[in-house]
C-alpha cells in the first residue's frame, strides 16, 4: 500500500510499493464532443479504492480542438507535443481524441487494470508548497540516468461551453493536469519546483502525481501520487 505521511511544515511525503503503480494517461479537449465518455470515467475513479494505490490518472487537454472556436482554458501546446510523441512511438499516423496510455502503451478504458506485478523500485516525493524532492531507488540496484515528472492535478474544472463540438454544454473535469515539470536525477535524487498552474480549478482539493522515467524517455518506471488537500 502506498504511504502518506503528514509532516512538519505542511509537508506530504507519498511512497510507492515497490510493485509498479500504473500511470493511465488521458489525452482530452473541451473541444471534441467524443471526449465526455472517457471524461465521465476518469471522474468516477475519484471513489475508486484502489486509487492511489494501483493506478494514478492525469488527463492532459491537447489544443488541436481550439480552432473549431472554443478554446480549452486547461489546454497546453505542451502537452499535445507529448501526444504526438507517444503517437510516433505507437506508429500511429495521427494524433486523436480520447486517448488513453497505459504505462506508456495506447490503451482503451473501461474495465481497471490489474494490480502489476513487475517490481522495478520505490519512488518517493516530499511536497511542500511548491517544492518537490523526489528520491527513486531502483529494485535492481543498479544506477542510471533517470528523468523525474512531477504533475499539479485539479478537480471540479468545469466551463460553460460556447462554440465548437459541445457549445452549449457545461463540463466538469478531474484529474487534470495543472503544471508539469521534468527533470534529470542525478544519483536518483532530484529537489525541483512545481511551476504555477496554467489556470485555476473550482475545487480547493488538489492532488500529485509523480512518475520516473530513463533519462530521455516517455514511458514510466514507476509512479505514485495522492491528495494535497
Known sequence: ????ISAHGGEVVFESKPVRTHLIELYTSEGCSSCMPAEA????????????????PVAFHVDYWDHLGWRDPFASKIWTERQTDYSVRWKKESVYTPAFALDGQEW???????????????????????????AFKPAS?????????VARLGFSAT????????????LIHDFV????????????????????PITSTAEPRTAVAAWVTQAGQIE???TVGGWLQ
Open 1 to 4: 500500500m502506498a504511504a502518506t
Open 41 to 56: 470515467w476518469m471522474s468516477a475513479l475519484k471513489n475508486e479504492p484502489r486509487l492511489w494505490q494501483d493506478f494514478v
Open 108 to 134: 482503451h478504458f473501461g474495465a481497471l487494470p490489474a494490480a502489476a506485478t513487475e517490481t522495478p523500485g520505490v519512488l518517493k516525493i516530499s511536497v511542500n508548497g511548491d517544492r518537490v524532492a523526489a
Open 141 to 149: 540496484g543498479a544506477t542510471g540516468r533517470y528523468d523525474i515528472h
Open 159 to 170: 466551463a460553460n461551453v460556447t462554440a465548437g463540438e459541445n457549445s452549449g454544454r457545461k
Open 177 to 196: 493536469v495543472l503544471s508539469l515539470t521534468n527533470e534529470t536525477m542525478k544519483s536518483g535524487a532530484k529537489e525541483l519546483r512545481l511551476p504555477a
Open 220 to 222: 514510466p518506471i514507476q
